[in-house]
C-alpha cells in the first residue's frame, strides 16, 4: 500500500488519537483531504482502507449509539452522531473483506431498528441512501449477512418500507433506493429456505404497489414476486382458498405489461409470473380481474369484456412466443428462453384443463371461446412441426431433449382432449414421436410417459391406430411398462390395458399383437390384483379379449399357451366376478367353455362365485365331447342350478 502524503497521514494521525473530539476533527479534515469520490458509497480507493485501520469498529459503534448531534465546522446545521457513524460505514461498503467482517454483518439489527424507530419520518435521504446500501453490501457479501438480516426480521420490515417510502424532490433518488430495497429482498430470498408467514405477510403490499405503478419499479417487483410466489408453491399452507386479496392486484399489473408496449425480457418475466400465478391458483386467475367496475368495458383491441383481458394476452403470446422460439431452436436457446418456452406448455396445459373442467368454461364468451381454440390450433401446428423435425434430427443436444419432453407432454394433453383436429400432422407426430423413443433409448421412456394421456383416442381411431402399429407402437408402451414403470403409477396400468384392449377389439389384431399381450399379461394380473377392482375388471376384459384372438390361431399359438391364457382369464374373473355385470360374466364363462382344458377350473371359479344368471346360455355353450367333459357338465350344472 501507498505511503500516505503529508496532509492525510496527519489526519489518520487525529483520527488514531486518544479522545473522540480528535477524532471528529479528523474526520472533518479528511473530507478537506481526500476528493469526495474517493470517499463516496461503495468506493474501491485503498485510502478508504488506511482511514477504517485508522478509525476502527469501536468508535463507529459509539457513533451508531449516540444520540443528539454536533455543529459542523462551516454550516450551521446539526450532523448526528448516528448519521456520521453511518455515513462511515457505508463508505467502508467497497471492501469486500471489511463487509464480510463480523462487526459489519452485526450492525444489521442495529441498523433495522434505526429503521423502524424512525418510521421514516425524520430520517433524511442520505441517511436512508446510505442504511440501504450497507444493508446490501452486507446480504450480497455472505451468507451469515443474509441470515442475520432474515433472523432479524429484516425482510417483512423492507418489505414494508417499499411501499412507504418518502417522496423525495428527486425521484430519481427515490427510485434508486426503491430499487435498492427490491434487490436486496430479492438477493436474500434467493438463498433462504421459504420464508415464513411474516413475509409473505408483505405480499399484499408489494402486490399493491406492481399493481398501480407504471414505472420500472414494476418490471423489477416482477422477479421479486416471483420469488416470493415460488415460496408459496413449496408451502401450499400458504395459500388460501378462496383466492387472496392480492391475487387480483398481480393479475392487473401482469396484464398491464403484457398488453403494453415493453421490452421481451420484461413480458417474458411476467408471463413466467403468470406461470407461477395460474400454478398456484388455477386458469380462472386470469379472470380475476382488479380493475373497478366502472372499469369493465369492452377492451377496444379484443373485443372482449376486460375481466377476460388477461386471458387472451396470455393465449396470444403464447402463440407469438410459441413461434418465434421454435424458429430459434433451429439454433439454440439460452436457459431463460427455455424456461419461457416450458412456462407457455405449462399456461397451456392449464388452459387446456380449464376448458375441459369449467361448466361452458365460464369466464369466456362464445365469443371468445372461439378465439382461444383458434390459438390453440395455431400453438399446436407449430408444436407439431418442431416435433415431427425431430425425427431426423442429429442434434440431441440436451436442451432440445428437454423441450422435445415438455412439447410431447403437452401434445398428450391435449389429445386426450381435442381429437377431431389435424389429423395428418397428429399423425405425423405420433410417427416421429414413436420413431424418436424406439432409436433413443434415453428419451424412451419419458416419451412414451407423455404419449400415454392420449393412448385411449390415439388406438381408438382408425389413422391414428394404423400408425401406432405401423411405427412399433405397442412393443414400445408394453416395453416400458414390463420395465417397471407401473408400480411408480397405477395410471400406467389402465392405460396400457385400454390400449392393448383398443387394439384387440377395434380391429383383427395381428398375431404380433396377441403375442405382444400373451407375453405381458402376467403382469397385467400381477399389478391388477393390487391395484383395485376397477383394474381387475378392465384386466379381465383385456385377457378375455385376448383368449378370444388367440383362439383363433392354434396353428401358431399353442395349447399350452392357450390353457396357460385361460387360466389366467379365469383367475382374473374371479377377482372381478363382484364388478362384471351379469352379461359380461356370462360372456366370460362362455368363451372359457370353449377352451380345452378349463372344466376343473371353471368348476372351481363358480364355486368361488356368487354368479348365477344366465345359466341356460353358459350351459347352451358347453361341448360335450368325452366323458370327463359329461362328468364336468353334470357338476357345473348342479353348481349353476344350487
Not at 482511514?51 to 448526528?80: H, N, Y
Not at 403484457?258 to 425480457?265: Q, Y
Not at 419432453?405 to 394433453?413: H, M, S
Amino acid at each position: 500500500m501507498e505511503e500516505p502524503s503529508p496532509a492525510l497521514a496527519k489526519c489518520l494521525q487525529l483520527l488514531q488519537g486518544p479522545t473522540d473530539s480528535e477524532r471528529f476533527v479528523g474526520l472533518l479534515l479528511i473530507t478537506k483531504v481526500v476528493p469526495s469520490e474517493a470517499l463516496a458509497p461503495g468506493s474501491a480507493d485503498p485510502t478508504l482502507r488506511q482511514i477504517f485501520d485508522a478509525i476502527g469498529f469501536d468508535f463507529i459503534d459509539r457513533l451508531l449509539r449516540t444520540q443528539g448531534g454536533m455543529p459542523e465546522a462551516d454550516t450551521t446545521d446539526d450532523v448526528s452522531y448516528r448519521g456520521m457513524g453511518i455515513s462511515i460505514l457505508a463508505a467502508f461498503c467497497g471492501d469486500l473483506e471489511l463487509v464480510q467482517h463480523s462487526n459489519m454483518t452485526s450492525k444489521i439489527p442495529m441498523l433495522l431498528s434505526i429503521l423502524s424507530e424512525d418510521k421514516l419520518g425524520g430520517m433524511t435521504t442520505y441517511e436512508l441512501e446510505d442504511i440501504l446500501s450497507i444493508i446490501a453490501a452486507v446480504v450480497a457479501g455472505s451468507d451469515s449477512g443474509v441470515q442475520v438480516l432474515y433472523e432479524a426480521d429484516g425482510l417483512r420490515l423492507l418489505a414494508s418500507i417499499l411501499a412507504t417510502l418518502p417522496p423525495s424532490t428527486d425521484s430519481i433518488v427515490t427510485s434508486a433506493m426503491e430499487t435498492r430495497v427490491i434487490s436486496i429482498l430479492e438477493h436474500a430470498l434467493h438463498r433462504l429456505p421459504p420464508p415464513d408467514p411474516a413475509i409473505l405477510s408483505s405480499l399484499p403490499a408489494l402486490a399493491a404497489i406492481f399493481a398501480h405503478r407504471d414505472d420500472t419499479i414494476k418490471f423489477e417487483l416482477t422477479s421479486l414476486l416471483a420469488v416470493l410466489l415460488t415460496a408459496i408453491q413449496t408451502s401450499p399452507s400458504s395459500t388460501t382458498s378462496p383466492r387472496p386479496a392480492w391475487a387480483p392486484l398481480i393479475n392487473s399489473g401482469v396484464a398491464s405489461i403484457l398488453g403494453s408496449r415493453t421490452g421481451e425480457k420484461q413480458r417474458n418475466n411476467a408471463l413466467l409470473l403468470a406461470g407461477l400465478m395460474v400454478d398456484i391458483f388455477g386458469f380462472e386467475w386470469c379472470f380475476d380481474s382488479a380493475l373497478p367496475s366502472q372499469q369493465a368495458k369492452v377492451d377496444d383491441a379484443l373485443h372482449l369484456p376486460s375481466s377476460s383481458r388477461l386471458a387472451f394476452l396470455i393465449v396470444h403470446i403464447i402463440r407469438v412466443e410459441v413461434q418465434v422460439l421454435f424458429h430459434e431452436a433451429s439454433v439454440s436457446l439460452s436457459e431463460y428462453k427455455q424456461s419461457v418456452l416450458v412456462a407457455c406448455f405449462h399456461l397451456t396445459a392449464w388452459l387446456i384443463d380449464y376448458l375441459s373442467a369449467a361448466e361452458d368454461a365460464a369466464g369466456l364468451s362464445y365469443e371468445g371461446l372461439i378465439k382461444v381454440q383458434g390459438a390453440l390450433v395455431d400453438i399446436f401446428t407449430t408444436l407439431m412441426e418442431f416435433i415431427s423435425l425431430q425425427k431426423n434430427e442429429e442434434d440431441a443436444s440436451p436442451f432440445k431433449s428437454v423441450i422435445l419432453l415438455e412439447a410431447a407432454k403437452l401434445w398428450g394433453k391435449w389429445l386426450a382432449e381435442e381429437t377431431a383436429a389435424l389429423r395428418r400432422e397428429v399423425c405425423q407426430t405420433l410417427d416421429a414421436l414413436l420413431h424418436i423413443a424406439a432409436h433413443r433409448p434415453d428419451m424412451c421412456t419419458p416419451l412414451v410417459r407423455a404419449i400415454l394421456p392420449a393412448i385411449d383416442p390415439l388406438t381408438a381411431e382408425d389413422d391414428t391406430r394404423a400408425t401406432f402399429l405401423d411405427a412399433g407402437g405397442l412393443p414400445l408402451i408394453l416395453g416400458v411398462y414390463t420395465k417397471g414403470v407401473a408400480g411408480e403409477d397405477s395410471g400406467v396400468l389402465d392405460q396400457c390395458m385400454t390400449c392393448l384392449l383398443n387394439l384387440l377389439i377395434m380391429d383383427t389384431p395381428s398375431e404380433g399383437t396377441i403375442l405382444c399381450g400373451i407375453e405381458v399379461l402376467p403382469l397385467l394380473v400381477q399389478q391388477a390384483g393390487c391395484s383395485g377392482p376397477y383394474s381387475s375388471l378392465r384386466a379381465a376384459t383385456t385377457a378375455l379379449a385376448l383368449l378370444n384372438h388367440a383362439s383363433k390361431h392354434k396353428r401358431t399359438i399353442s395349447n399350452d399357451m392357450l390353457c396357460s391364457l385361460g387360466n389366467a382369464v379365469l383367475g382374473l374373473c374371479c377377482e372381478a366376478s363382484c364388478d362384471l355385470d351379469d352379461d359380461l360374466w356370462t360372456l366370460c364363462i362362455s368363451q372359457l367353455v370353449g377352451c380345452a382344458g378349463q372344466y376343473e377350473a371353471l368348476h372351481d371359479t363358480l364355486q368361488r362365485s356368487t354368479k348365477t344368471k344366465n345359466t341356460g346360455i353358459i350351459l347352451a355353450s358347453l361341448t360335450l365331447r368325452t366323458d370327463t367333459a359329461r362328468q364336468n357338465h353334470r357338476a357345473l350344472y348342479s353348481l349353476l342350478n344350487g
